[in-house]
């Protein structure tokens, strides 16, 4: 079954498209009963799918930042270059050279650096969600609690 995020925001109501037919639904937010776990959706168009309800949208911090990444080819390893384009608590967009042909749903290492004051090394490893025109969406798969507090702080807004 198809599932779709909405994020709430500072908003009174939002809209629910549907995945199928994009018909959309306005809910108002004190409706909402549960937030963060999958809720049922029936569209007119007769298709089922979940919604998960988040309260506010991830924050996406601009960034350019140089890294390595590293994966897995027939069991060897190849190392290269990332521009880590922007980056927020849930994962990173970034720009491998060309010819290196990541996969959607590979699991990969990437290192860098922030460029706070304690230029602080995000070792991570990501699971590619998305890959276009050059552009590699990504979450991150597993991140060490320091880790993820430094992160947290480098994109408070
Ligand atoms: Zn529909």
């Not at 959706?41 to 601009?62: D, M």
């Not at 290269?80 to 010819?99: E, Q, T, W, Y």
Request: hydrophobic share 40%.
């Amino acid at each position: 079954m198809t599932s779709r995020k909405v994020f709430i925001g500072n908003r009174t109501a939002v809209e629910v498209v549907c995945p199928q037919c994009d018909r959309s639904l306005t809910v108002p937010v004190e409706k909402i009963q549960s937030i963060g776990k999958p809720v049922r959706a029936k569209c007119t168009c007769g298709i089922q799918f979940t919604v998960v309800f988040e309260r506010r949208a991830s924050y996406r911090k601009p960034t350019g930042l140089p890294g390595k990444f590293a994966r897995k080819v027939n069991s060897e390893l190849q190392v290269g270059d990332a521009v880590i384009n922007d980056l927020s608590r849930g994962g990173l967009s970034m720009k491998v050279p060309a010819g290196v042909d990541l996969k959607v749903g590979e699991v990969i290492r990437i290192d860098f650096r922030l460029d706070n004051v304690e230029q602080t090394m995000i070792r991570a490893q990501v699971i590619v969600k998305s890959i276009r025109r050059g552009a590699i969406g990504a979450e991150f798969h597993s991140l060490e609690e320091h880790t993820r507090k430094q992160l947290g702080f480098y994109l408070m807004p």
